[in-house]
């Protein structure tokens, strides 16, 4: 019965939705990828809100009925059926009576399952696509039948382009810049290590010293783009995905004219989305970085190079959670992220069966047993292992979204009574989960 009426509602919020874009008629920047969504939409929505009436997905709303809600500028009902009756009236009323309507919207879209691309695609016509990066071993690759599928699935987005629409790729990801050799139309390249339209240059990490010990605060760099050079600064967040998510806005930025001092200007303001790479003050003068959204081979292996590359005197953490939803590939994978933390972390504390996986790894790699902690949930490690917390430890804490890392590090962050402004998933509905 909860499902049927999930699809009635589900089906009812995109007809609204379609409708809302026929009269409407806004321009639309389509997010897609496996890896960087989230943060590459919030980047562009920061790079271009000041000179545009611009609507965002909210949070990761990328799904059926997800990118339809956006549209017609509702929130999540969840369960609650009254707000969904809410919701159904409210596009009713978007439909019926003239408003003032946002000229771009940002969408995130991404694929569970083989199909969801392919259907949106048939009613959601881009002016402009972004692809973040197509990871070796992706997300949600446990109901497609090969990652190629997954890859082609996206790929529908691109199809959907307008005439004279703009695709913007990752210079720096094989996929994507194989993929866009048959696209007749405009292309942008963004990268770090490849040649690329807009590059991103001499990346490092700035920090501040405080009680005469270094501290990190973000990462530096420089972006080039057709002669223009100018500075840029992520306060708050590290990790070179960041980096990536900036230089797409930049490439959108770009692409609508906006000048290249007033994008610098949004960015420096720009506040990284929660659970991706950020920086978090913890207990006992520790410094968290709270990568908790979700959790893949690609994205832990890029956190993991992040926790070796910041240079602090203090021990080097890392706190890992289970990756989901990645079939037979599971077991490698986890024994792979085990290994390479083995290779420089001052403790491992793995969350979860399978990510037991990584401790064999680190083990077989020649870490000593006793600096290796494992626990089943979240919680009970959080609570159990802030006592081994020590000053100016670097603690990475990374998981997929079903193992709620989050709760590890409300455990062991400075300011527990700001979580809700720091922390993913703190709405009433995922806490009581």
Known sequence: ??????????????????????????????????????STKDAIYTAMSDSFFVRKSEKSFNSDIGIPLTILGCENAWSDPLLWIKNIFRGLSIIIFKEKYPEWLVLEVGADRPGDIKSVSKWLKPNIVVITKFAKVPVHIEFFNSREDLINEKWFLVRALRDGGTLVINADDEDSVKMSEDFKGQIIKYGIETKADIRAENLDYSYDEKDGKKEVTGIIFRINYQGNSFPMFIKGSVGVPNVYSVLASVAVGFINKINPVKINEMLLEHDTPKGRMRLIRGIKNSMIIDDTYNSSPLALNSALQTLK???????????????????????????????????????????????????????????????????????????????????GDLILVKGSQSVRMEKFVLEIMAEPEKAEGLLVRQEEEWRNR
């Open 309 to 391: 590359d910041i240079k602090m005197k203090g021990r080097k953490i890392a706190v890992l959670g289970d990756m989901m939803e990645l079939g037979k590939l599971s077991a490698d994978e986890h024994y792979n992220a085990g290994k390479f933390a083995g290779e420089f972390c001052d403790l491992i504390i793995t969350v979860g069966m399978r990510s037991r996986k990584m401790g064999e790894a680190a083990l077989d790699a020649g870490f000593a047993e006793g600096k290796i902690y494992q626990y089943d949930d979240s919680l009970s490690a959080g609570k159990e292992f802030q006592n081994e917390i020590k000053e």
């Open 1 to 38: 019965m909860k499902n049927f009426f999930k699809k009635i509602i589900s089906t009812i919020i995109q007809a609204e939705a379609k409708i809302v874009l026929k009269k409407y008629k806004p321009k639309i920047v389509a997010v897609t990828g496996s890896v960087g969504k989230t």
